[in-house]
């Protein structure tokens, strides 16, 4: 099992980047393919983005294709999700999640993955 735990949200200009983080523990970590999905206010949960367990694989959403980049540094136990050229339409929480099978953005999209955090709040300003 893994715990999650997202930091480096906030309030940040349209236009602007931010960085944000996922803090996970557990000895299995580096076993796990990480995600980020968002969920805005009102609207169902979007899958944002995918990285295999091994860093060689992404998957990415088409709205944030080109914008964001995932990463992980498993010697810290961490997935990072880089955001920038940010828009209003990406103001939601963002939540990091894990899951001990790779699959499809359509998989992830429809049923998520099994291990969650609580969300970090993004809001981009107009």
């Known amino acids: 099992q893994v715990q999650l735990e997202e930091s480096g949200g906030g309030l940040v200009q349209a236009g602007g980047s931010l960085s944000l983080s996922c803090a996970a523990s557990?000895?299995?970590?580096?076993?796990?393919?990480m995600g980020w999905f968002r969920q805005a206010p009102g609207k169902e949960r979007e899958f944002v983005a995918a990285i295999s367990w091994s860093g060689i694989s992404t998957l990415y959403a088409d709205s944030v294709k080109g914008r964001f980049t995932i990463s992980r540094d498993k010697g810290r136990n961490a997935v990072y999700l880089q955001m920038n050229s940010a828009k209003p339409e990406d103001t939601a929480v963002y939540y990091c999640a894990a899951d001990a099978t790779w699959r499809s953005d359509s998989f992830y999209s429809t049923y998520g993955m099994n291990y969650w955090g609580k969300g970090t709040l993004v809001t981009v300003s107009s």
């Open positions: 557990g000895r299995t970590f580096s076993s796990y393919n």
